[in-house]
């Protein structure tokens, strides 16, 4: 909602600024500018950019809509998965969990988190992680670099859509000066004509200019920065799982190992410590 809200706002304050100027509004009207610096931009886009992150671009600029992905319930269920994870794992040893983690879809432990269980690539994670600690004596210094890379990978990944548009949004410009070029030609082939033809085609070249760098730094530009900042509180759920896991794998109890995890929680979204313990505590 803020992002409509700031569209609208950006919107308000060019078109009312140039009203308030004595502009004439009719004069902004000039659709084939429109057609030539988003079409090519879009263009550009899409030559320049693989088909899965054309696709995932689509999904996050919907998806920023909607706030971040991830909220407070989401983390408290993975911080609890998490908790009941290790701590059976603790009275019964990490084979214990080999069942679980080999099917997790029909794992009595993930069943009770159903939003946990639906997000391939978090529980992918989650399983890859402790399938490493099950299945060797692997140290947590040994670990801790094998999880950083796996992080880094989901992180370029997660922020391919962001780059895309922001390379977009440094061409607009560009195409505004084709589109204001373009008009130029057309205004010259009018010389010698009538004096308000001139000015019109005159005014629509420059409107060129103008469309390319509104929609760089008022839609596009800002769209990509608000996509990167979703995707950046996204990945901290990673981070807490990460911190869990290398604390337990330290010789931290459960608990303590959660309580690590529980502080790379943002603080918007972050369960309080007594709510947190009085969840554990349910899950006994």
Not at 9 to 38: N, R, T
Not at 174 to 190: R, Y
Request: aromatic fraction near 8%; include cysteine.
């Amino acid at each position: 909602m803020l992002i409509i809200v700031g569209f609208i706002v950006v919107l308000l304050s060019v078109i009312g600024g140039f009203i308030g100027s004595h502009g004439k509004l009719g004069a902004l009207w000039q659709p084939y500018e429109f057609v030539i610096i988003g079409g090519a931009a879009i263009g550009a886009f899409l030559v320049s950019t693989p088909m899965k992150t054309v696709k995932q671009t689509v999904a996050d600029t919907l998806g920023v809509l909607k706030g971040p992905r991830y909220q407070r319930q989401n983390y408290l269920d993975a911080l609890s998965l998490l908790y009941e994870l290790l701590n059976r794992a603790r009275r019964e040893g990490f084979v214990a969990l080999e069942s679980h983690i080999e099917n997790p879809m029909d794992s009595t432990l993930f069943a009770a988190y159903p939003s946990i269980r639906k997000d391939h690539h978090l529980m992918d994670f989650i399983t890859d992680c402790l399938r490493l600690m099950i299945g060797s004596n692997i140290e947590p210094h040994e670990l801790e670099p094998l999880l950083e890379l796996e992080l880094e990978k989901h992180h370029h990944e997660v922020m391919a859509p962001a780059h895309a548009l922001t390379k977009m949004a440094d061409s607009l410009p560009g195409f505004g000066i084709v589109a204001a070029v373009l008009g130029i030609v057309i205004t010259m082939g009018s010389i010698g004509g009538d004096i308000a033809q001139v000015g019109a085609h005159v005014a629509g070249a420059l409107v060129g200019t103008f469309l390319g760098i509104l929609l760089a730094y008022g839609f596009v530009g800002p769209l990509a920065s608000a996509i990167e900042a979703r995707a950046e509180q996204d990945s901290r759920i990673y981070e807490s799982v990460k911190t869990a896991l290398l604390a337990s794998l330290r010789g931290y109890p459960p608990k303590i190992a959660l309580e690590f995890a529980r502080k790379t929680v943002p603080s918007a979204l972050r369960p309080g410590f007594t709510e947190f313990e009085q969840h554990i505590k349910a899950l006994k």
